[in-house]
């Protein structure tokens, strides 16, 4: 494991929380070999239970015995044995790092890799996709797109021999809860600061408000579900900062709802890509989606429109979406 | 391939459209070996290009050169090779036959099982799936549980390491379809016959309003998602034959919509399982789920709630769930 804040540390209780069950239902046996953060970690060659972490899921890691400062990713990755990398470091959508480092390291001495890390994916998503094929291992990602929402299961799995036509998506909670009180009459400013004082928005939120943490998704579930090869200058960004009142009132009045979407959808021969908000109305499948709720809809040639919602996108459900990551890895 | 009405004519007519698709995408090239009907069929051991079959969309099989009458399933499963048995005669929730007998015969003699039967679930699912285990064969049957929606792709695959504490389906089309167009001040009777002459309903309709087809399916997704062994006489079923105009009138004026639910949840130490008219608020996620639409919610431990919708109903929605079920036998 590379990173330990709130998704890695809920990812490690939720290792202890369910090995009777990962045991019983799926035959798997963890052990861990390393913790790593950015100033050191923890390591043991041959791997130790989850159940010696016990106390670390709150407690600071380097307070640890055996804690030992300068452990980087790749001392942790040398060795024989090879298991499933999980990346959780900060999302870095500009260098992509230090996750794109890592994950490069992991492939390319034979580990899996699981992530909830979107950053590198931003920056090298053909690249690492390459690698991952290159030397026949899985690199999962459904953590970063969505956490617990399963947009990359459905998209992939579900629909599995159809062809998907275009793809919607509610995919940032953070503008839904805004979007969704602003509709309530609360003004943007205001929607803003209650999303911060709840801990639905951080406090830079200009990631989400304006666009680009829905464009990232898009990015990378199209990436995986149309197999495109997309960066961020070939989507269209326009955020919720900029909407008036008026605006969201005027839809309300025509019965329709205001939601920040990320659309892909072929024009002819190509693919178009944007996030801007739009006026659903009450038929569409995504119009019921409110509050930090998100929600994806594919339209196919086979199987009509599908679309799932739901799924929680705090730690415990960003750790949830790496468990069956590495369910799949192990279970294929 | 046994039976060869609307569903079978439809997957025959996919596997033509999709060849390209398939080869390309997920490696596979299918031959076909038999296509069955109860009075005769087609045989060929070494398997035939669907390509070969092109005629047949349409046209009657016995019209076929090549027609054997009195061909049975049984001849056609003999022989070394082995592939995917696809079961898509009618279903029978009495005696599950004739798919049960060609389901036990198939897995028996090393076949890959994908169908669209309900029936053979509803009289030995427990069996049928101990076969299956013990001969190390797949046993796939989303067509059965909803067609196109990915009912149990969902619950098994997207929400794998997850507990799931409950399900609540809108599972059938015509009694959806019925209770949208009451709602919007239909009386019963005209709702159904409107059903029928579009073709929503059967011309007996009972398996789908007195809820049948729900408990059926209902049966299928608890026993795959939640391991249950359930029968239907575990499951009280009512349907919406009784409903009177001012139910669903009242709920309208209260906000809430009436559906034919399907539900399972843990009361205490064990599962309680009915299908039954219920008023859903506007807050519910499957509240939305007007007309011909289905959908289904699951309530998790670590994903919060998933909810999916959607998803074509009709033969050409069932025949790509048939395909999606065969290319994960295959792609694992």
Redesign the interface.
């Known amino acids: 494991m590379a990173g330990f804040g709130h998704v890695g540390r809920a990812f490690l209780s939720?290792l202890l929380e369910?090995a009777d069950?990962?045991r019983s239902r799926?035959g798997l046996d963890f052990r861990i070999r390393a913790i790593v953060k950015s100033d050191g970690g923890l390591l043991s060659r041959s791997g130790v239970s989850p159940d010696r972490f016990r106390a670390l899921a709150t407690a600071p890691l380097s307070n640890q015995s055996g804690w030992r400062p300068g452990l980087t990713v790749k001392d942790a990755l040398e060795g024989k044995r090879k298991g499933v990398f999980v990346e959780c470091t900060p999302s870095n959508i500009r260098t992509g790092e230090p996750g794109l480092g890592h994950i490069r390291a992991a492939l390319r001495t034979g580990w899996q890799v699981v992530t909830a890390n979107k950053g590198p994916f931003v920056v090298d998503f053909k690249g690492l996709r390459r690698l991952a094929r290159v030397h026949r291992l899985d690199l999962r990602f459904s953590a970063a797109a969505a956490a617990?929402?399963?947009t990359l299961?459905?998209g992939i799995?579900?629909?599995?021999?159809?062809?998907v036509h275009s793809i919607e998506g509610i995919l940032n909670g953070t503008s839904n809860y805004i979007l969704t009180r602003m509709g309530e009459g609360t003004p943007y400013k205001d929607a803003l600061k209650e999303a911060q004082s709840k801990g639905i928005a951080e406090h830079d939120p200009s990631l989400d408000v304006k666009g680009w943490d829905t464009a990232v998704k898009l990015l990378l579930i199209a990436g995986s579900v149309l197999e495109l090869e997309l960066t961020l200058a070939d989507i269209r960004v326009k955020g919720i900062t900029g909407i008036r009142p008026e605006i969201i009132r005027k839809a309300r009045q025509e019965g329709k709802s205001l939601k920040l979407i990320g659309r892909i959808d072929r024009q002819g021969d190509r693919w178009r890509a944007e996030v801007s908000p739009a006026a659903l109305d009450?038929?569409h499948?995504l119009?019921?989606v409110?509050g930090t709720n998100k929600g994806i809809?594919f339209e196919?040639d086979?199987?009509?429109?599908?679309?799932?919602?739901?799924?929680?996108s705090d730690p415990?459900?960003a750790?949830?979406?790496l468990?069956?990551d590495i369910?799949?890895v192990f279970?294929?």
Chains 1, 2 share one sequence.
Do not use: C, E, N, Q
Request: glycine content about 14%.
């Open positions: 939720l369910k069950t990962l799926y617990a929402l399963p299961d459905v799995h579900s629909l599995a021999g159809s062809d009450s038929t499948p119009f019921g409110s809809t196919t086979t199987m009509g429109s599908v679309t799932v919602t739901g799924g929680k415990r459900g750790a949830a979406a468990l069956k369910i799949h279970r294929g």
